[in-house]
């Protein structure tokens, strides 16, 4: 059972370069979220969405791009990189039991870093 | 909107004492509420939450929260520390289905440490 995995798990790019990081979940999951892991910050919200075809904003949504195509994935893009964007990426997923919250899924991160 | 503050960065015990990482969130509706480990260079995993049911909620690996409306509080606890404990902590907050996309909103992080 896979879970919620990430691609690819470490990337140096020079400023100004471009990405994608991959996020896949095979919990036929509704919500996928994007995340940023900073020291003393804890997670920040990048940008989520609650089903294929919809994206919104988080609280640091400035410098990314995400898609959502298809209900199992969801792509985080960078289109010109910058170092504040050296960080470490989490990709989660979760559903909504009734009116209950669940808990999110996290993948194993991302650790990017920008020169 | 939510919010949530941990009190602490890091927090040291010994082996053997009781362990308690603070916790205060600020939400505008019925929150939702989470800790989460993380192990170095891993990802985070649940260690238990609460969803308006008991007030107590017990997790895995012997930890245990509760939820004080009156002081707006989560704050975790474990009655005896091992190595293993030794770990970051996340706090977390949401308002389901009040939050479209039942996002989490973080705390900061306290890093436990466990000494022999």
């Known amino acids: 059972n896979a879970g919620v995995t990430q691609t690819p798990k470490f990337r140096v790019l020079k400023t100004g370069q471009s990405m994608t990081l991959l996020c896949a979940q095979d919990?036929?999951?509704?919500?996928m979220y994007w995340y940023r892991q900073d020291p003393g910050m804890g997670l920040r919200l990048i940008h989520y969405?609650?089903?294929?075809?919809?994206?919104a904003k988080g609280e640091v949504p400035d410098g990314y791009n995400v898609s959502r195509l298809k209900k199992q994935n969801f792509l985080l893009g960078l289109e010109s990189a910058a170092p504040s964007q050296t960080s470490v990426y989490f990709c989660?997923?979760?559903?909504?039991?009734?009116?209950?919250?669940?808990?999110?899924?996290f993948g194993q991160g991302t650790r990017l870093t920008v020169v | 909107a939510q919010s949530v503050t941990q009190l602490g960065s890091h927090v040291s015990v010994s082996e053997g004492a009781l362990v308690l990482l603070r916790c205060n969130y600020s939400s505008s509706v019925p929150p939702y509420l989470f800790w989460y480990v993380q192990y170095p260079n891993q990802g985070l995993q649940l260690l238990l939450k609460y969803t308006s049911a008991a007030t107590l909620v017990k997790g895995i690996n012997g930890f245990e929260a509760e939820f004080k409306k009156s002081e707006t509080s989560f704050h975790l606890t474990k009655p005896s520390a091992h190595m293993s404990d030794a770990a970051e902590y996340f706090c977390a907050v949401s308002g389901g289905f009040y939050n479209q996309g039942g996002k989490l909103i973080f705390g900061q992080g306290t890093e436990l440490s466990v000494k022999p």
């Open positions: 969405s609650v089903g294929e075809g919809t994206t």
């Open positions: 989660a997923s979760s559903y909504t039991y009734g009116l209950e919250n669940t808990e999110a899924f």
């Open positions: 919990m036929n999951h509704e919500y």
